[in-house]
Protein backbone atom coordinates (compact mmCIF):
# COMPACT_ATOMS: atom_id res chain seq x y z
CA UNK A 1 0.00 0.00 0.00
CA UNK A 2 1.90 3.33 -1.00
CA UNK A 3 -1.50 5.44 -0.29
CA UNK A 4 -0.59 8.89 0.82
CA UNK A 5 -4.62 11.06 1.02
CA UNK A 6 -5.28 14.59 0.77
CA UNK A 7 -8.19 16.55 1.88
CA UNK A 8 -9.81 18.82 0.60
CA UNK A 9 -9.33 17.80 -3.15
CA UNK A 10 -10.51 21.75 -4.24
CA UNK A 11 -10.18 24.94 -2.07
CA UNK A 12 -11.46 28.54 -3.11
CA UNK A 13 -10.29 31.41 -0.56
CA UNK A 14 -10.12 34.68 -0.09
CA UNK A 15 -7.37 36.80 0.56
CA UNK A 16 -8.40 37.40 4.19
CA UNK A 17 -9.02 34.04 4.86
CA UNK A 18 -7.60 31.01 7.08
CA UNK A 19 -7.39 27.91 5.58
CA UNK A 20 -5.90 24.47 6.13
CA UNK A 21 -4.93 21.54 3.74
CA UNK A 22 -4.33 18.04 5.19
CA UNK A 23 -2.00 15.27 4.48
CA UNK A 24 -2.44 11.61 5.93
CA UNK A 25 -0.15 8.16 5.66
CA UNK A 26 0.10 5.32 7.22
CA UNK A 27 3.10 3.26 5.62
CA UNK A 28 4.79 4.46 8.63
CA UNK A 29 6.90 6.88 6.63
CA UNK A 30 9.57 8.95 8.50
CA UNK A 31 9.74 11.64 5.87
CA UNK A 32 6.62 14.00 4.82
CA UNK A 33 6.97 16.83 2.36
CA UNK A 34 4.89 19.62 0.94
CA UNK A 35 5.39 20.79 -2.69
CA UNK A 36 3.93 23.59 -4.86
CA UNK A 37 3.33 22.95 -8.41
CA UNK A 38 1.94 25.44 -11.09
CA UNK A 39 0.44 24.32 -14.40
CA UNK A 40 2.99 23.10 -16.87
CA UNK A 41 5.34 22.78 -13.78
CA UNK A 42 7.06 20.55 -12.25
CA UNK A 43 6.50 20.40 -8.04
CA UNK A 44 8.72 22.83 -6.29
CA UNK A 45 9.58 21.42 -2.40
CA UNK A 46 8.08 23.54 0.37
CA UNK A 47 8.90 21.59 3.34
CA UNK A 48 10.51 18.79 4.74
CA UNK A 49 9.43 16.88 8.01
CA UNK A 50 12.15 14.40 9.19
CA UNK A 51 10.16 11.97 11.95
CA UNK A 52 7.79 15.17 12.88
CA UNK A 53 10.62 17.61 12.69
CA UNK A 54 11.54 20.43 10.43
CA UNK A 55 13.90 19.61 8.80
CA UNK A 56 13.91 21.97 5.29
CA UNK A 57 12.41 25.16 4.82
CA UNK A 58 12.54 26.41 1.11
CA UNK A 59 12.25 29.94 1.61
CA UNK A 60 8.39 29.93 2.12
CA UNK A 61 6.92 32.42 2.81
CA UNK A 62 5.55 33.14 6.69
CA UNK A 63 1.81 32.78 5.22
CA UNK A 64 2.20 29.08 4.89
CA UNK A 65 2.82 27.75 8.07
CA UNK A 66 3.31 23.67 8.58
CA UNK A 67 2.85 21.45 11.21
CA UNK A 68 3.65 17.92 11.23
CA UNK A 69 0.93 16.49 14.31
CA UNK A 70 2.37 13.29 14.54
CA UNK A 71 3.90 10.55 12.34
CA UNK A 72 0.85 10.06 10.29
CA UNK A 73 -0.39 13.39 9.60
CA UNK A 74 1.29 16.78 7.95
CA UNK A 75 -0.95 19.90 7.74
CA UNK A 76 -0.11 23.27 5.86
CA UNK A 77 -1.86 26.45 7.68
CA UNK A 78 -2.55 29.29 4.91
CA UNK A 79 -3.22 32.83 5.95
CA UNK A 80 -3.16 36.26 3.83
CA UNK A 81 -2.58 34.31 1.08
CA UNK A 82 -2.52 36.01 -2.51
CA UNK A 83 -3.42 34.98 -5.66
CA UNK A 84 -0.17 33.56 -7.25
CA UNK A 85 -0.29 31.28 -4.30
CA UNK A 86 -2.68 29.53 -6.69
CA UNK A 87 -1.80 26.43 -7.45
CA UNK A 88 -1.88 22.29 -7.03
CA UNK A 89 -0.54 21.53 -3.70
CA UNK A 90 1.09 18.07 -3.30
CA UNK A 91 1.75 16.36 -0.17
CA UNK A 92 4.57 13.23 -0.23
CA UNK A 93 5.78 10.82 2.32
CA UNK A 94 8.69 8.54 2.10
CA UNK A 95 10.46 5.49 4.08
CA UNK A 96 12.89 7.86 5.70
CA UNK A 97 16.51 5.33 4.63
CA UNK A 98 17.37 3.22 1.33
CA UNK A 99 15.74 3.85 -1.77
CA UNK A 100 13.62 6.73 0.00
CA UNK A 101 10.73 6.38 -2.81
CA UNK A 102 8.45 9.73 -2.41
CA UNK A 103 4.86 8.79 -3.03
CA UNK A 104 2.72 11.95 -3.44
CA UNK A 105 -0.80 12.21 -3.32
CA UNK A 106 -3.49 13.08 -5.11
CA UNK A 107 -3.23 17.08 -4.39
CA UNK A 108 -5.72 19.82 -3.24
CA UNK A 109 -6.05 22.39 -5.93
CA UNK A 110 -6.40 25.64 -4.20
CA UNK A 111 -7.70 28.61 -5.94
CA UNK A 112 -6.91 32.07 -4.01
CA UNK A 113 -9.25 34.76 -5.28
CA UNK B 1 23.39 24.65 -8.58
CA UNK B 2 21.09 21.94 -9.84
CA UNK B 3 20.30 21.97 -13.81
CA UNK B 4 18.33 19.38 -14.92
CA UNK B 5 17.27 18.98 -18.97
CA UNK B 6 14.54 17.05 -20.48
CA UNK B 7 13.02 17.97 -23.61
CA UNK B 8 9.67 19.75 -23.29
CA UNK B 9 7.08 17.46 -25.34
CA UNK B 10 7.13 14.69 -27.83
CA UNK B 11 4.68 12.59 -29.69
CA UNK B 12 4.45 8.87 -30.96
CA UNK B 13 2.29 6.44 -32.33
CA UNK B 14 0.36 4.05 -30.39
CA UNK B 15 2.22 1.01 -30.23
CA UNK B 16 5.22 2.58 -31.00
CA UNK B 17 8.75 3.15 -28.69
CA UNK B 18 9.54 6.67 -27.09
CA UNK B 19 12.60 7.60 -25.49
CA UNK B 20 12.75 10.38 -22.62
CA UNK B 21 16.51 11.84 -22.29
CA UNK B 22 17.24 13.65 -19.19
CA UNK B 23 20.89 15.38 -18.43
CA UNK B 24 21.74 16.67 -15.41
CA UNK B 25 24.30 18.64 -13.54
CA UNK B 26 23.90 18.57 -9.76
CA UNK B 27 25.83 19.31 -7.09
CA UNK B 28 25.48 15.87 -5.72
CA UNK B 29 24.29 12.70 -6.76
CA UNK B 30 22.18 9.90 -4.71
CA UNK B 31 19.58 8.21 -7.04
CA UNK B 32 17.90 9.54 -9.85
CA UNK B 33 13.92 8.68 -10.35
CA UNK B 34 11.26 8.72 -13.24
CA UNK B 35 7.76 9.79 -12.48
CA UNK B 36 4.44 9.95 -14.78
CA UNK B 37 1.88 12.80 -14.28
CA UNK B 38 -1.76 12.33 -16.09
CA UNK B 39 -2.46 16.10 -16.18
CA UNK B 40 -4.54 17.37 -12.66
CA UNK B 41 -3.14 14.36 -10.85
CA UNK B 42 -0.19 13.67 -8.42
CA UNK B 43 3.25 11.94 -9.55
CA UNK B 44 3.69 8.47 -9.53
CA UNK B 45 6.19 6.33 -9.23
CA UNK B 46 7.91 5.08 -12.55
CA UNK B 47 11.61 3.77 -11.66
CA UNK B 48 14.61 4.15 -9.63
CA UNK B 49 18.70 4.41 -11.08
CA UNK B 50 21.49 4.91 -8.79
CA UNK B 51 24.23 2.70 -10.20
CA UNK B 52 24.99 2.60 -14.26
CA UNK B 53 22.74 0.42 -16.75
CA UNK B 54 19.43 -0.66 -17.54
CA UNK B 55 16.51 -0.98 -14.70
CA UNK B 56 13.45 -2.58 -16.67
CA UNK B 57 9.87 -2.97 -15.49
CA UNK B 58 7.47 -4.14 -17.95
CA UNK B 59 7.16 -1.55 -20.64
CA UNK B 60 9.09 1.04 -19.15
CA UNK B 61 13.11 0.73 -19.16
CA UNK B 62 15.01 3.30 -17.25
CA UNK B 63 19.30 3.69 -18.34
CA UNK B 64 21.80 5.94 -16.43
CA UNK B 65 24.92 6.87 -17.04
CA UNK B 66 26.41 8.77 -13.88
CA UNK B 67 29.88 9.85 -15.68
CA UNK B 68 27.79 11.61 -18.55
CA UNK B 69 25.40 13.11 -16.06
CA UNK B 70 22.82 11.19 -18.45
CA UNK B 71 19.40 9.28 -17.90
CA UNK B 72 16.52 7.86 -20.19
CA UNK B 73 12.92 6.43 -20.05
CA UNK B 74 12.41 4.13 -22.44
CA UNK B 75 8.28 3.20 -23.23
CA UNK B 76 7.70 0.23 -25.31
CA UNK B 77 4.31 -0.79 -27.15
CA UNK B 78 2.94 2.93 -26.13
CA UNK B 79 -0.65 3.09 -25.43
CA UNK B 80 -3.19 6.06 -24.89
CA UNK B 81 -3.18 5.87 -21.45
CA UNK B 82 0.63 6.44 -21.43
CA UNK B 83 -0.16 10.33 -22.84
CA UNK B 84 1.25 12.00 -19.45
CA UNK B 85 4.10 14.27 -18.50
CA UNK B 86 7.38 12.11 -17.66
CA UNK B 87 9.45 13.74 -14.47
CA UNK B 88 13.03 13.01 -14.46
CA UNK B 89 14.13 13.72 -10.91
CA UNK B 90 17.39 14.01 -9.42
CA UNK B 91 18.17 12.98 -5.33
CA UNK B 92 21.42 15.41 -4.56
CA UNK B 93 21.69 14.45 -0.89
CA UNK B 94 19.67 12.53 2.10
CA UNK B 95 18.72 14.38 5.23
CA UNK B 96 20.84 13.92 8.21
CA UNK B 97 17.25 12.31 10.20
CA UNK B 98 15.31 11.32 7.49
CA UNK B 99 14.08 12.07 3.47
CA UNK B 100 15.53 13.40 0.62
CA UNK B 101 15.53 16.66 -1.48
CA UNK B 102 14.86 16.11 -4.86
CA UNK B 103 15.15 18.37 -7.71
CA UNK B 104 13.01 17.72 -10.87
CA UNK B 105 13.34 18.40 -13.90
CA UNK B 106 10.40 20.35 -16.44
CA UNK B 107 9.08 17.24 -17.58
CA UNK B 108 8.32 16.29 -20.76
CA UNK B 109 4.52 15.91 -22.11
CA UNK B 110 4.38 12.62 -24.20
CA UNK B 111 1.03 12.95 -26.36
CA UNK B 112 0.54 8.90 -27.66
CA UNK B 113 -2.01 9.57 -31.31
CA UNK B 114 -3.57 6.35 -32.65
Known amino acids: DTEVTQTPKHLVMGMTNKKSLKCEQHMGHRAMYWYKQKAKKPPELMFVYSYEKLSINESVPSRFSPECPNSSLLNLHLHALQPEDSALYLC????????????FGPGTRLTVL | GQNIDQPTEMTATEGAIVQINCTYQ??????LFWYQQHAGEAPTFLSY????GLEEKGRFSSFLSRSKGYSYLLLKELQMKDSASYLCAVRDHGIKAAGNKLTFGGGTRVLVKP
Open chain 1, 92 to 103: ASSQGEGRDTQY
Open chain 2, 49 to 52: NVLD
Open chain 2, 26 to 31: TSGFNG
